[in-house]
């Protein structure tokens, strides 16, 4: 019978640590994320009763018609024994309790581990095509080398002397940052901004006009943007240069964008390259007395 962890502890990680073999380094610290969602949000965390298989699943504010299904993983040695298609049954009556419809394998924003299931990770892929989930759509991480050469100098020079003033986000201008974030792209980019571990921001007569975050995942880059107004000048190159050097300040030799959207600007702008990809899954499901 599988059962809710109501409070989990370190030792409820060890599936999800061995399990996710290209995600070892970042396993644990994601699973934390996944446990403390923003306010509002509704989640269980699923496991068998020897805990060689977790799930998490979550409701998000927007559409609490659609669950998400942020997280499944079987520990390797415990494999073709059906504890997958266990906590997926599991996870689709929490689902259906909470009156959700429809069920995505796909990222949650903003609080969510990865955009669908890594190609990679073979026998997920083919667990969620066995139990009825359809493929939906694609998604991209790129990997960025941190080993080159990420100055920025001389563009900052070049944006003081049109009064623009790029710098790190600290204290009563991370606030700034996050209202202003809040204001061009909504509720999730300002929490994951609020959650990152570094901002930078660039600011002309006290408004900003872009910001960039790191570290809301380990080793991972973004979310950032440009203000439409300020979009042509080369603030989003120097923000994300200096994340990047943050980012390896750290130790890291890589770091992944997280679910790209404009791969050209991240390949023209540090040499990133497509590193990962992730497929995204759907299915109705049926709610008794529909």
């Not at 699973?31 to 509002?40: D, E, K, Q």
């Not at 796909?106 to 493929?135: F, K, S």
């Not at 973004?222 to 994300?240: D, F, H, K, Q």
């Amino acid at each position: 019978m599988i059962q809710t962890i109501a409070a989990p502890r370190p030792e409820d990680f060890r599936t999800v640590t061995q399990a996710l073999s290209h995600d070892q380094d970042a396993a644990a610290a994601v699973l934390a994320r996944l446990i403390a969602p923003p306010a509002g949000r509704s989640h269980a965390l699923l496991a068998t009763p020897d805990g060689d298989g977790v799930a998490a699943v979550s409701i998000s504010t927007r559409d609490p018609a659609v669950g998400h299904w942020d997280l499944l993983a079987v520990h390797p040695g415990a494999r073709r024994r059906g504890l997958g298609r266990s906590l997926v049954a599991a996870g689709e009556e929490w689902f259906a309790r909470h009156g959700v419809r429809h069920a995505r394998i796909a990222g949650n924003p903003p609080c969510y581990g990865w955009p669908g299931i890594d190609v990679r990770y073979t026998a997920a892929a083919c667990l969620a095509e066995e139990v009825g989930y359809a493929q939906t759509g694609t998604a991209w991480n790129m990997t960025a080398d941190l080993t080159v050469d990420l100055d920025s100098a001389g563009d900052e020079q070049r944006l003081a002397g049109e009064g623009i003033q790029v710098q790190r986000a600290t204290d009563r201008l991370r606030d700034t940052a996050a209202a202003f974030v809040r204001q061009h792209w909504g509720e999730n980019w300002a929490w994951e901004a609020t959650q990152a571990s570094g901002c930078h921001v660039a600011v002309r007569n006290e408004a900003v006009l872009g910001f960039a975050a790191w570290g809301a995942r380990p080793h991972w880059f973004g979310p950032m943007g440009t203000a439409e107004s300020a979009r042509g000048l080369g603030i989003g190159a120097v923000l994300l240069r200096r994340c990047l050097r943050d980012l390896r300040a750290t130790g890291a030799r890589s770091a992944e964008i997280g679910w790209v959207g404009p791969k050209r600007f991240y390949s023209l702008a540090v040499g990133a390259a497509v590193g990962r990809v992730f497929w995204q899954y759907g299915r109705d499901l049926v709610v008794e007395g529909a």
